[in-house]
């Protein structure tokens, strides 16, 4: 395969192809088109992994051009030859007509001479190079995904009844992504689909340019993909026919089940029923937090919740977070679910694995009640949720009666998001699955590359890249949901987190910025790198995020009602009104809790 990186590879391929065209022009065996351009387009975004390449492919092919397409670690570079008008129509495509999950940042064009291409192809990724390829997030199962694996009766082929209730089921539009890349390029062998070889039918897929799994990497199916497997709280085989059907039936009989999904472990029982949820309550330790909860589609949801329009969009979006929605005066779930709270957390159904196990749910519970699971992180109070088998063994075989596991590995853990619609828009509580790892693109550079541990509890970090967004700067790369940082495997799951965040995007700090507070794991972290340290106040902290993530330079005023954080003199601040911008503040107002200065 021709190394597409090397530029020496490439002048004498250019030589040879313009010595070839002008040797037929010449003897008029290879009449030119009027006129044809070449151009070199470097695309930057979320644009591997989102079927980015097949997609520039059919592109190419529908309007008649030629040239060649790859990844690298910057992004998606494409040479494409043909008519100027041809070429116009595909640059302007190539943005309106992106693949569903593609997020494009920036595309440069640039003239170069034409040199008689007649194919288009995909090229090998070559190896290196500085990193600003950005990863997508982890997406829900697409519908055309779905379909194959919910309906028996569907049209099919024989080949694609390899997927019914397949629960692996994925294509380049939907899947998993940020939880199984271990490295970039984005490429199969560089995640932890590699230890499954493709079988012949989805070798055949992947490589043919109609298919909707042309260079879907995660690609998978009965014959050679993972499977799953129900063990028993002692961890023993459950024998039976179908594990996803049996995982349905103890649900419907009132047991709790530990089931592994796209980002680690969860929790998971009937919503309807109030000694299931009790015990489930008891045996995670969890106070009166209140449960979230899965339905397949957004019909059940509305049985529960008053929905409005902007937080169905919510509910449904390929990112499937947890969304807070009012509950409806007659939602009948169990008390357990969320004591005292007149809101719900509902997600819709993201994997094929969940929707094959509500469908057999609902299918043995009746239409007495809607299918409705309560499905909760696998994890006690304060831990982090399970995501390694021996861990989830470890910790969730005294919680759950069984176990719905699969060999399908997890590289990097994801809890569920949390959002809500509000007034002006979405307003994200969690950043986690379906969100991390996209930047947020902020108004200024970053004087150095460097690393924000963030404060001690709902933890996530941030890191700024330095330079421009045609170097990858300018963005703020905030990590998924870590949690509470006070017990040693939340802190390890911080600083893993941390390291493949460097990896991953190629950043290296100079600076590290931690909370004021002096006895924070993450200040004593912060110091323990060796590097220059910055601490911010946390409400200044609270206030500027803000007003980064809505592009803000100017003074405002702002409110930051949080509990308490540490104050520039030494007492702790609890609700704070300030005049601040990004480099500074003053302390206008606060409550009385401040002023007490409880140390
Ligand atoms: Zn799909
Ligand atoms: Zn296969």
Known sequence: MENAGSPEAEVVRRKIFVKVGNWFSKRGLFPRKKEV????????????????????????????????????????????????????????????????????????????????????????????????????????????????????????????????????????????????IQDIPYDRPMTTMR???????????????????????????????????????????????????????????????AIKAIGGYNLACDAFNTEAVQILRE??????????????????????????????????????????????????????????????????????????????????????????LVMTSGNIKGEPIAYKDADARKRLFPIADATLWHNREIHMRCDDSVTRFAVGGEQIFRYSRGYAPEPLEVSFEFPVPLLACGALNKNTFCMGKMGQIEQGGKQAFISQHIGDLDDMETQTYFEEAVKHFQFLFGIRPDVVVHDLHPEYYTTHYAYKLGIPTMGVQHHHAHIASVLAEHGLKEQIIGIAADGTGYGCDGAFWGCEVMKADMLGFERLAHSRLSRRGIR
Not at 89 to 100: Q, S, T, V, W
Not at 215 to 237: F, K, M, N, W, Y
Request: charged residues 30%; contains cysteine; glycine residues 6%.
């Open 37 to 180: 351009v070449r151009r070199k387009i470097f695309v930057k975004g979320i644009v591997q992994g989102v079927g980015f390449r097949p997609f520039v492919c059919q592109l190419a092919e529908d309007l008649g051009l030629f040239g060649y397409v790859f990844n690298d670690a910057r992004g998606v570079t494409i040479e494409i030859e043909g008519t100027p008008q041809d070429v116009k129509k595909f640059r302007e495509k190539l943005e309106a007509d992106k693949p569903r999950l593609a997020v494009i940042r920036l595309i440069s064009v640039e003239e170069i001479p034409p040199l008689g291409s007649t194919t288009f192809d995909i090229h090998e990724s070559p190896k290196g190079g500085e990193r600003t390829a950005l990863v997508s997030p982890d997406a829900d199962v697409c519908d055309a995904c779905k379909d194959e694996v919910l309906k028996s009766d569907f049209e099919k082929e024989a080949s694609v009844k390899r997927r019914y209730h397949y629960p692996f089921t994925n294509c380049t539009h939907c899947g998993p992504r940020f939880t199984i």
């Open 195 to 257: 230890v499954f070889p493709m079988c012949s039918d989805c070798l055949h897929e992947y490589k043919d340019l109609k298919d909707r799994r042309f260079h879907a990497q995660p690609i998978a199916c009965s014959v050679c993909g993972p499977h799953v497997r129900l063990v028993d709280s002692t961890g023993q085989l459950v024998e039976c026919a179908d594990p996803i059907l049996e995982t349905a039936r103890l649900l419907a009989a009132g047991k709790i089940i």
């Open 283 to 372: 045996r995670k330790d969890r106070d009166a937090k209140p449960f979230a909860l899965l339905v397949a589609d957004i019909e059940i949801a509305k049985q529960l919740c008053e929905i409005e329009d902007e937080e169905a969009k919510l509910l449904q979006a390929w990112r499937k977070p947890i969304v807070l929605l009012k509950k409806r005066a007659d939602c009948d779930v169990a008390p357990g679910v969320a004591p005292s709270y007149n809101t719900l957390g509902i997600m819709l159904a993201y994997t094929p694995l969940m929707h094959i196990y509500l469908d057999a749910f609902a299918h043995i519970r009746g239409r007495e009640r809607p299918a409705v």
